[in-house]
């Protein structure tokens, strides 16, 4: 896992050279919005309960896929779904913590779409599940830190596609 100090720091050290303007601009930026994202990590982890179970009403309760023959159904397909939804949620969270995706590349995105893919967990309803928390995410953290935590979450959305 990297953060944004490390990943700019790493290729500056292999090369023997101090951080210059850009990657110093960049850095800038990340100690900058630092309050922000940690007061983003406080509020989505505090109720990271109901921005699981208000996604999951936006998005998937209603539907086919939590009746007998859908991926929802039963209790522990449903508990599954839940259970991959607040993995996301988490790994979302520290990534745009770190402001650095590789956190959600190497333990969440890493053979999933194969495990999907052999489970025949679908991908449209997950994706519309994980559009569904940048809605609620956002309605709980604001717009600015909603647009941070977009990243992350597109990042796994792009990653599912
Ligand atoms: C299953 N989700 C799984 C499995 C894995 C993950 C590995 C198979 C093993 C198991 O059932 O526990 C995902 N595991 C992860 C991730 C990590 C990990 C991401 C990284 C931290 O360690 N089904 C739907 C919904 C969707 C869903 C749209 C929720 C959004 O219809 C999810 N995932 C779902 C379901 C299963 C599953 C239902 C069980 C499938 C089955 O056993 O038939």
Redesign the pocket.
């Known amino acids: 896992m990297q953060d944004t100090i490390t990943s700019l720091i790493n290729p500056a050290d292999e090369k023997g050279q101090y951080l210059e303007g850009n990657e110093l601009d960049k850095l800038k930026q990340y100690f900058q919005t630092g309050t922000l994202r940690v007061k983003a990590a406080n509020q989505i982890g505090s109720s990271a309960d109901s921005v699981i179970s208000e996604s999951v009403e936006k998005s ?1 309760l209603y539907g086919d ?1 939590t009746l007998p023959g ?3 159904y039963p209790t ?3 508990a ?2 839940l ?3 607040t ?2 949620l988490r ?1 979302a969270t520290y990534a745009m913590l770190a402001a650095d995706i590789s956190i959600l590349d190497e ?2 995105l890493n053979g ?1 779409k194969d ?2 893919s052999s ?4 991908i449209e ?2 994706i519309q ?1 994980l559009q569904a928390m940048k809605e609620v995410v956002t309605q709980r953290v604001g717009t600015e830190a909603g647009q941070e935590m977009d990243v992350y979450l597109d990042h796994i959305i792009n990653g599912l596609r």
């Open positions: 998937l896929i859908g991926n929802m522990r397909r449903y599954a779904c259970r991959d939804l993995y996301f790994y333990r969440v999933l495990t999907y489970l025949g967990v679908p309803p997950t599940a």
